[in-house]
């Protein structure tokens, strides 16, 4: 497959060589091209030394915040592009950056620094593509290979294992033999990686098609990082209800979810208590009240750990512990979910969680839920197209309205409160007079 640059791309390759250097694209932008995808942005190397880079371009504007690592952004009318000197990495001492780097002019030194064959092509227009490592019959044949010696490659840079579960999830590929091997053996290594990292490599995993595949394959490499789920390894749930032990649950939940992030890791975190909650009856069926409650603190706890925005713990702590709310078909019902819940978007998403849920239990139990579910998003819709009232914001009156009636203070707070509460249940239209005179007889009480 020929590979077509981006006209900034060919500007920068044609400049490093018009100035005598050696330059390809590089990396990822080489992979997703010979994967038939677009690339999101396109890496360049170059045989040149940091302060060449800089005289090469010093005629345009550029970026110079990674020039200590050899990178210079430079700024074309079609975006910034990255070029980086070809280099070697020294010695590795906290298990992620190397002590130092030597700049280079050969490229096969560069390509035999990288993570993955897939990830270690370089290609220039001309010249063609430069593959020393196998990488394009490992993207023929959906592998994951660590350029070299695995163990070598993870004990370098922790993080590679993660990256290698993620690439595995998100392109649908396996991982080499040793290169899976090592990344189970090396699991430990990813502690001394900075939470947030491994959060943002996670989430992408979590995200992958594959998702449910790769955490099936290496549990225990996510259980590092993420302990909570080790008690639901292999936990039978003691159910007619369940076909699946907790674990294998979850990873059918996580597969039949759509790939958003605060959705999957819902459904990664949604019974992750029931280990913790689980008491077996005299008929030997087993029960674990409180685990929606117990599982959305387990999810902050691990969320926050791991340094997930806060928006996002919020939104996954929402729905974990409203995982099991009984959503029924009628106004009133929907109304107070989108009141609890914020809005449309988390009423779907967790519509959408409890589908999955359902999805993974024993067939018998599926039906009458997905069919009630599916009755309450056409109550949804209704109650949306005809502007319902669900929140504060919508009552037709407001804190002034009720100050005129006397009310000061708290007690506007805790009238709008009653107000809204009415309006939910359909007690009381959501009409300026009614809500008036509602709040006008609460007031004399």
Not at 290 to 295: N, V
Not at 349 to 378: C, T, Y
Not at 389 to 410: E, F, I, T, W
Request: with cysteine; net charge neutral.
């Amino acid at each position: 497959m020929k590979i077509i640059l981006p006209s900034g791309a060919r500007r920068v390759l044609d400049t490093l060589e018009q100035s005598g250097y050696e330059a390809y694209a590089v990396g990822g932008c080489v992979r997703d091209s010979l994967l038939g995808k677009k690339p999101h942005d396109w890496d360049l190397a170059a045989g040149a030394s940091p302060e060449e880079l800089l005289r090469c371009f010093q005629g345009y504007r550029t970026i110079t915040d990674g020039i200590r690592h050899g990178t210079v952004g430079v700024v074309l009318p079609d975006g910034v592009y990255e070029v980086t000197s070809f280099r070697t990495d020294g010695e590795y001492t906290d298990h992620r950056h190397p002590k130092q780097v030597r700049f280079v002019r050969s490229l096969e030194e560069d390509l035999a620094r990288r993570d993955f064959t897939i990830n270690a092509m370089a290609y220039h227009p001309e010249r063609g593509l430069v593959d020393l490592f196998g990488g394009q019959r490992d993207l023929q044949e959906k592998t994951i290979r660590c350029v070299g010696d695995a163990k070598t490659r993870y004990c370098e840079d922790a993080l590679r294992i993660l990256r290698a579960l993620r690439f595995a999830s998100v392109l649908g590929f396996s991982l080499e033999r040793d290169t899976a091997f090592q990344a189970k053996e090396c699991r430990e290594q990813l502690a001394h990686i900075a939470p947030e990292r491994i959060y943002t490599e996670f989430l992408r995993l979590l995200c992958g098609e594959d998702a449910a595949a790769v955490l099936r394959e290496f549990a225990e490499v996510a259980a590092v990082f993420l302990p909570e789920l080790k008690p639901a390894f292999g936990f039978c749930q003691h159910s007619p209800y369940h076909i699946y032990d907790v674990w294998e649950h979850t990873l059918h939940v996580v597969e039949n979810t759509p790939a958003q992030p605060e959705l999957r890791l819902a459904a990664l975190f949604h019974d992750l208590a029931k280990p913790a909650c689980f008491t077996l009856d005299s008929e030997g069926r087993g029960h674990f009240y409180g685990h929606p409650e117990q599982g959305a603190k387990r999810a902050v706890s691990a969320l926050s750990r791991l340094k997930a925005p806060k928006t996002v713990v919020r939104q996954v702590e929402l729905l974990v512990r409203m995982h099991e709310r009984n959503l029924l078909p009628t106004e009133s019902s929907v109304r107070r979910a989108l009141w609890e819940l914020g809005g449309e978007q988390p009423l779907r998403s967790l519509l959408a969680l409890q589908q999955a849920d359902a999805l993974a239990k024993a067939p018998d139990a599926v039906r009458e839920q997905i069919g009630r579910l599916d009755k309450v998003r056409v109550v949804l819709l209704d109650v949306l197209d005809t502007g319902q009232c669900y929140c504060r914001k919508m009552l037709a009156v407001d804190g002034k309205d009720l100050q005129a009636l006397g009310a000061r203070g708290k007690t506007v707070g805790d009238l709008l409160a009653f107000l809204l509460d009415e309006v939910l249940d359909g007690a009381l239209q959501n009409q300026r007079e009614s809500l008036l005179a509602a709040a006008a007889k609460w007031l004399e009480k």
